[in-house]
Nanobody, 123 residues
Framework: QVQLVESGGGLVQPGGSLRLSCAAS?????????????MGWYRQAPGPGKQRELV?????????DYADSVKGRFTISRANGRNTWYLQMNSLKPEDTGVYYC??????????WGQGTQVTVSS
């Protein structure tokens, strides 16, 4: 069974930075699964009815794509040779607050969701 573990969240002031990490493990097929699929970082903002939105995506070939709300501020990357992904978040805004998850993209697998990591941007 594939496991995705996110870390690196925290409380930061507006304008600050955080680096999130996502580590995949658990299945003998993990290396194959995540080498052929795009990976993404998803954000679920606080409040009732908020859906998880894809904010950053990286292809197996290294191409990246970002939601307009984070473009120019967030950078997604992958550690070479490892099932580990990062999200560098700069110039954070209060509206970046939420729980961040990693999963395959653009269609996440329901049984891959981890516990997420909380990011709170507040003064």
């Amino acid at each position: 069974q594939v496991q995705l573990v996110e870390s690196g969240g925290g409380l930061v002031q507006p304008g600050g930075s955080l680096r999130l990490s996502c580590a995949a493990s658990g299945s003998i097929f993990t290396g194959t699964i995540f080498s052929i699929n795009d990976m993404g970082w998803y954000r679920q903002a606080p409040g009732p009815g908020k859906q998880r939105e894809l904010v950053a995506r990286i292809s197996s070939g290294g191409s990246t794509d970002y939601a307009d709300s984070v473009k120019g501020r967030f950078t997604i990357s992958r550690a070479n040779g490892r099932n580990t992904w990062y999200l560098q978040m700069n110039s954070l805004k209060p509206e970046d607050t939420g729980v961040y998850y990693c999963n395959v993209a653009p269609v996440p697998q329901s049984d891959y969701w981890g516990q997420g990591t909380q990011v709170t941007v507040s003064s």
